[in-house]
């Protein structure tokens, strides 16, 4: 099986809090943004970005993806993060305010030059660029394909909503048409598409019914502010246990469908058509990254390749 990274949970710990980065190591969540941007304030911009690489080196055995979101490249600032962090290998940046595809392809270029100046392999750094405005969801589509090193794109509805100078409300009725086509853009280049925060830490009940949409819109994950949100964003994003049973169907249906020199499928009397095997695969994929089942798919086989 191909290797597949759950990203359902991207929890902000601010980069100028030791006792939160302590932390780290035992929050449950898929990944951490350590944040220099929004949670700093101007006079400890030195000082954090200190910090953590003093904390980065030290998390020598990391449990979790560990991405730092640096202030944009257009401040005096952005800059000086990668040039602090980076030596402490972090697996990537998030970059705030990544409006056009010329700006990552900007930090692309820089991350280039600390690798070979560090003597690290070129795309070591990965890079998850925030649509945070209007002009970053017009442009989202181009910026989804402007590097390989983008593991994904952000989407930042805060920002988002400021840009257009409306209210962000919690039916999040103003943000379907940035959400899809966010989506879109992730999909089309082949990456993951991570939601907004919900800023409600006390509202479960809304934090529930807010995953379960941005999953149906095809979401990967959520980026989130508290640990106690944790729980519900894994439990929302975990396959139904009917769905996996079906797709173990499906893809032992395809296996010996291969064995006997056809590609013909029939599942209880269906023909199985081909978007049915991909949706198959990748709940078992997705399965497997939560624990649910430990298989190996052999997916030249089940998708008839040489």
Known sequence: MSVFQLRRSLLYVPGNMPSMLQNIPIFESDGVMIDLEDAVPLSEKDAARILVRRFLENYQDRNKEIIVRINALDTK?????????????????????????????????????????????????????SIESAEGVINCIRTAKSTKRLIGLAFGAEDYTASLEIERTKKGEELFAARTRVV?????????????????????????????????????????????????????????????????????????????????????????????????VNTLKTAQAHGMIDIELDEEVIYGQE
């Not at 040039?83 to 705030?96: F, K, S, T, Y």
């Not at 989130?224 to 949100?229: A, G, I, S």
Request: overall charge negative; proline content about 5%; hydrophobic content about 45%.
């Open 184 to 280: 879109w853009a992730c999909k089309a280049a082949g990456i993951q598409a991570i939601d907004t925060i919900f800023a409600d830490a006390g509202d479960m009940e809304g934090l529930h019914r807010e995953t379960q949409l941005i999953k149906t819109l095809g979401f990967s994950g959520k980026s989130l502010v508290n640990p106690r949100q944790i729980d519900v964003i894994h439990e929302v994003f975990a396959p139904k246990q009917e769905d996996v049973d079906y797709a173990l169907q499906v893809v032992d249906a395809i296996q010996k469908a291969r064995e006997m020199g056809t590609g013909v499928i029939s599942l209880h009397g269906k023909m199985v058509d081909a978007p049915v095997v991909k949706r198959a």
């Open 77 to 129: 600032w952005g800059e000086d993060d990668l040039r602090a962090v980076l030596p402490a290998l972090p697996d990537g940046i998030r970059l705030p305010k990544a409006d056009t595809p010329e700006i990552v392809e900007t930090l692309d270029t820089m991350l280039t030059e600390f690798e070979e100046e560090l003597g690290l392999e070129i795309g070591r750094f990965k890079i998850l660029p």
